[in-house]
Nanobody, 118 residues
Framework: VQLQASGGGVVQAGGSLRLSCAVS????????MAWFRQAPGKEREFIAS????????VYADSVRGRFTLAREKVKNTLYLQMNSLNTEDTAIYYC????????????WGQGTLVTVSS
């Protein structure tokens, strides 16, 4: 599975961004897709995931109510709509894929930088 993340940029606190993750190389019916982020000096953090086949989502407490996952099956694209951004959301955001039979996420995109200014 090849993943291409895009949509990062600079936004003021309180603003919104939408990240995209274009997926190629596999059909995703047996995959969980997710977003992670890594802020400077911090460990990678799980943000949200979606079971591609049925659209069931899971969110981290830190983003629940502000971030929303969506998928466009025809385009094999995953989206992360981020609202009410704050400076603590500044990080490199990565999309990832995990086959349902795999133990962990084993395909990763290159990351896209989100910077939230105060």
């Amino acid at each position: 599975v090849q993943l291409q993340a895009s949509g990062g940029g600079v936004v003021q606190a309180g603003g919104s961004l939408r990240l995209s993750c274009a997926v190629s190389g596999r059909t995703l019916s047996n995959y969980v897709m997710a977003w992670f982020r890594q802020a400077p000096g911090k460990e990678r953090e799980f943000i949200a995931s979606i079971l591609w086949s049925v659209g069931r989502t899971v969110y981290a407490d830190s983003v629940r109510g502000r971030f929303t996952l969506a998928r466009e099956k025809v385009k094999n694209t995953l989206y992360l709509q981020m609202n009410s951004l704050n400076t603590e959301d500044t990080a490199i955001y990565y999309c990832a894929a995990q086959h349902r039979a795999a133990a962990d996420y084993d395909s990763w995109g290159q990351g896209t930088l989100v910077t939230v200014s105060s």
